[in-house]
């Protein structure tokens, strides 16, 4: 029996959905492109700079990054930069690290702290027993095929601390920690690969292996379960590159994650002679030919043990209309952290900001905010011929029934809650769009009534969305 409580349940996946009964399908929704919320045009941050990730601390937004500049051998760099909205950011002068002959940057760590230095994720660590001088920890591949813990008080000045684990990955992408609130554990994802036959792991990669997701849990972030694969069930074995998952902060006992998908074609071909950027595309296909042939995108996956994931297969994220510098391998690296935001229609509701980052080669790097309604990354839909959800039995506390839900001025949605004798409570007609809309029974306490007795939830809709139920 599936206990609701007072949770939200977005449908995200099919955990609540009887699959033969339901013909309403899955409707993957993509963001918006809003502005450029900030250039990374100081001459330490370069034309890659990417795996961006922030999170939420004291009363403003603390993102991390690389700075580092293709073919240069200066380095890769660690970057810091704030927000208090989500909107505005500013990179402070941190006096940490030389750049140069001054301290004026926003550079956190650089080579002589940490040499190689490819990727760099931090996270504020929430576990009540964390001692305050590890409060802030980042995740990095320090030497090959070792990946790193270290420590921080501040969120900026970090100390070396131990070996997470070695020899079971790649380690070069944005690797992510995290501590589960819900779970009462710590969670770690990253970069591995396998041999496309046998799905043995392989560190040297070659042709034909698959680059995939890993995942690691601990209590107390020393002791670590055996790395494994994510587990999208009977899905095609594709190659994705990052993860970037995390609770999802309206309904944190469901993760999500929004892989970039590594798409290699393995030769030249006209289409690459028409594609947008044809010229630089052509030089760096005669560096290395995957820097030239590799383009990529994002999707979206869900989960709730953390590694049984449900992928949807569908772009999120494409790389867009051709222009100069887009359809390239770096394009769709989702920042790692979601903000809810106001929306720019007066009167409508928050917004879910998403980040990714532009010019990927060429420079200097853009961090684009893109818009989606909340809850709104996947939704059950119903064309105009309409559709049936009927979800498996739950339990659920709460008087009455929210919705997130949308509908054309012609469709509509009927909800019916039906119980273990089969009587079935029916809904008024509901129709509109709203991300918080309370739906009205024919018998007004048939809500109340049922709460904490096993039922059914069927919905009839037509030319309408639903994104998500919760019982308040």
Not at 35 to 61: I, L, Q, R
Request: proline share 5%; glycine share 6%; charged share 25%.
């Amino acid at each position: 029996m599936i206990q609701l409580f007072s949770r939200r349940e977005c449908f995200f996946d099919d955990t609540l959905i009887d699959n033969e009964c339901t013909t309403a399908e899955f409707l993957v929704h993509s963001p918006v492109r809003r502005e450029v919320v900030m250039t990374c045009d100081a001459p330490w941050e370069g034309n890659g700079s990417d795996f961006f990730n922030m999170f939420y601390d004291d009363g403003k937004w603390r993102m991390y990054y690389l700075g580092w500049e293709f073919f240069n051998p200066a380095g890769i760099r660690a970057c810091y930069a704030e927000s208090v909205d989500g909107i505005h950011w500013t990179k402070p002068s941190l006096g940490i690290c030389e750049w140069e002959g001054s301290y004026d940057n926003n550079i956190i760590i650089d080579p002589t702290i940490v040499p190689h230095l490819d990727n760099f994720m931090v996270f504020r660590d929430d576990n009540p027993a964390c001692p305050p001088e590890k409060k802030y920890k980042a995740i990095l591949m320090y030497k090959k095929f070792n990946l790193w813990c270290f420590y921080s008080h501040d969120g900026l000045h970090f100390e070396k601390g131990n070996v997470i684990t070695s020899m079971t990955g790649k380690y070069d992408s944005l690797n992510v920690a995290f501590w589960d609130s819900t779970a009462k554990k710590y969670r770690l994802y990253f970069r591995g690969a396998h041999n496309a036959s046998t799905k043995e792991l392989v560190l040297e990669f070659k042709e034909g292996d698959i680059r995939d997701i890993r995942y690691m849990e601990s209590d107390d972030f020393e002791h670590w379960t055996e790395p494994r694969m994510l587990d999208f069930g009977e899905s095609d074995d594709i190659e994705l590159y990052t993860n970037v998952v995390s609770p999802y902060y309206r309904a944190p006992h469901i993760l999500v994650g929004f892989p970039t998908r590594y798409v290699y074609r393995k030769g030249w071909t006209s289409n690459y002679d028409e594609l947008c950027g044809r010229e630089e595309r052509k030089k760096r296909y005669e560096k290395n030919a995957r820097y030239g042939l590799v383009v990529t995108d994002c999707v979206f996956m869900a989960s709730r043990d953390g590694h049984k994931f449900h992928r949807h297969d569908e772009a999120f994220m494409r790389p867009g209309p051709e222009r100069p510098n887009n359809w390239v391998y770096g394009d769709c690296y989702p920042v790692r952290g979601l903000i809810e935001t106001p929306s720019s229609v007066e009167g409508e509701p928050n917004e879910i900001s998403i980040y990714a980052k532009d010019n990927h080669w060429t420079g200097p790097a853009e961090l684009v905010r893109y818009t989606i309604r909340l809850d709104g990354f996947v939704s059950l839909h119903a064309k105009y011929k309409g559709a049936r959800v009927l979800t498996k039995p739950f339990v659920y506390d709460g008087d009455t029934l929210h919705i997130n839900f949308s509908t054309s001025a012609l469709g509509h949605m009927y909800f019916t809650l039906i119980d273990e004798e089969g009587n079935r409570y029916e809904s008024a007609e509901t129709f509109g769009d709203s991300v918080d809309r309370v739906v009205h029974f024919v018998d007004e306490n048939a809500v109340k009534n049922l709460r904490g007795k096993p039922v059914t939830l069927e919905v009839r809709m037509c030319d309408a969305d639903l994104y998500a139920i919760q019982f308040i």
